[in-house]
């Protein structure tokens, strides 16, 4: 069993910077792929960014190459999104979530583990 606790979200303009923290229980962290997903209202939950075990793989949504990062810390248990050139498009509720295997994946049902959101809202 894992928990996953997400911080660091908020209220920012458009151009401005955050970074998520994802910080999980459990000592098989390492064992575990890790990704972010979004959810805005009325809208789907989408999938934003993934990581294998090690860090060496990352995969990340279309709409956020070039602006968005995802990293993790194996031994501080805690995965990160770097969020840059934010704009409003990317308001929503940011969930991590955590897989029973070490490749990434980027469909939501291939995640066992989800945290209970953070939101971030991005004005222009």
């Known amino acids: 069993q894992v928990q996953l606790v997400e911080s660091g979200g908020g209220l920012v303009q458009a151009g401005d910077s955050l970074r998520l923290s994802c910080a999980a229980s459990?000592?098989?962290?390492?064992?575990?792929?890790m990704g972010w997903f979004r959810q805005a209202p009325g809208k789907e939950r989408e999938f934003v960014a993934a990581i294998s075990w090690s860090g060496g793989s990352t995969y990340l949504a279309d709409s956020v190459k070039g602006r968005f990062t995802i990293s993790r810390d194996n031994v501080k248990n805690t995965v990160y999104l770097q969020m840059n050139s934010l704009k409003p498009e990317d308001t929503a509720v940011y969930y991590c979530?955590?897989?029973?295997?070490?490749?990434?994946?980027?469909?939501?049902?291939?995640?066992?583990?989800w945290g209970q959101g953070t939101q971030v809202t991005v004005s222009s």
């Open positions: 459990g000592r098989t962290f390492s064992s575990y792929a």
């Open positions: 979530a955590a897989r029973r295997t070490v490749v990434p994946a980027r469909q939501v049902v291939s995640y066992d583990y």
